[in-house]
């Protein structure tokens, strides 16, 4: 047995003891595979079930997943394409790991972008918007009572992009979009960090509160204290693998 067939197969045991939240991913009906395979990549990435700067190994991984290297491969490229892994010429795929340097700078660039969008989704609203919204928050809400840490972030993902794209500003739309794909191992980290579950369910109430009364200032206000809060939830990560913050 060769040296790669060696640590494909290593690879391949120790995904298959991945944890049970880290399987939860699968497939929706009628789903583009390249698009499923994408998802269910970043979710493992964002789990650390595929730990940063973790060489990606296609041979095992594909068997995990239960697909051909194609779609595998072509998944890669979009996560490439989002700074979720990176590819490099005659070794693959890489997850990223970008520095806490690099983080913080995200995230403040975030913290603007989802306040200007709040800003401008409450001139802008309509009644089903709001709806929308509302309706993004029961599901969290549902995920939060069952104790699902990922049905919650995705959730929670799902409002906040949903507030920007009322915005209607499509700039503004396709940069947040960029930048938040960027993060979203580093959003998932912060929610699943949170021991303070109730805190972080009473700001998304004072959030859908604002929208619905067309305070854009309360709500910019709050969306950017919002993501203030991810850094600190997750720089002591940093701190404790020896990085400085």
């Known amino acids: 047995m060769s040296q790669d067939d060696t640590a494909d197969s290593a690879a391949l045991e120790a995904q298959q003891e991945m944890p049970q ?4 991913s699968a497939a929706e009906p009628g789903e583009p595979l390249t698009k499923s395979v994408a998802n269910r990549l970043r979710d493992l990435i964002a789990q650390d079930a595929l730990p940063a700067g973790e060489r990606i190994r296609e041979r095992a991984l594909a068997e995990r997943l239960q697909v051909s290297r194609t779609p595998l491969r072509e998944a890669l490229k979009v996560l490439a394409t989002e700074g979720l892994v990176e590819l490099f010429p005659n070794r693959g795929a890489v997850v990223s790991n970008p520095d806490p340097t690099e983080v913080q700078d995200l995230l403040q660039v975030l913290g603007v972008l989802e306040a200007l969008g709040g800003e401008l989704a409450c001139a802008r609203a309509n009644a089903a918007d709001l709806d929308e919204v509302q309706a993004l928050h029961y599901e969290m809400l549902a995920a939060y009572a069952r104790k699902d840490r990922l049905a919650y972030f995705k959730a929670n993902q799902q409002i906040h992009k949903a507030i920007v794209a009322i915005s209607g500003n499509a700039s503004l739309i396709e940069t947040h979009a960029r930048i938040n794909a960027r993060l979203y191992r580093v ?6 960090r949170n021991t303070k579950w109730d805190v972080a369910i009473e700001e998304h109430e004072a959030i859908l509160a604002a929208l619905r009364a067309r305070d854009g200032a309360a709500l910019s206000k709050i969306l950017r204290s919002h993501l203030g809060s ?7 990560t940093f701190e404790g693998s020896g990085e400085e913050a």
């Open 230 to 236: 991810t850094w600190a939830n997750v720089s002591e």
């Open 21 to 24: 939240e880290a399987r939860a």
């Open 187 to 192: 959003r998932y980290r912060s929610n699943s």
